[in-house]
């Protein structure tokens, strides 16, 4: 799995459109919680490399439109640190806080 960076409101809408699985992390660089979940993250990424499902990341602060983009397509409240699983214009799964995790949201594969 790849970071990848949203920097627009048009990626934002093409994973909006897409048929296929993607997770959004919304991090926010200012807050030691979101701090600690981006670690955890990259940590968990790395354990497991094989799974071919978009990661896509957006700061929360430098790309507010964005961030807030994505909680209107997805219909979910903001919130930072916040992990959402989506398909089909659809939050299927969200997290958020102390109760993201990757691997929780890996089921949602398998």
Not at 40 to 51: E, I, W, Y
């Amino acid at each position: 799995m790849n970071w990848i960076t949203i920097n627009s409101t048009e990626e934002v809408e093409r994973i909006y459109k897409s048929s296929e699985y993607a997770i959004i992390y919304k991090h926010s660089p200012r807050c030691m919680t979101s701090l600690m979940a981006y670690r955890q993250l990259k940590s968990d990424v790395n354990s497991v490399p094989d799974v071919d499902v978009p990661l896509y990341i957006v700061d929360v602060v430098n790309n507010r439109s964005e961030s807030m983009s994505i909680a209107n397509s997805f219909n979910v409240q903001h919130e930072s640190p916040q992990l959402l699983v989506v398909k089909n214009g659809e939050c299927v799964f969200d997290a958020s806080h102390e109760d993201i995790s990757l691997h929780d949201t890996l089921a949602y594969f398998q």
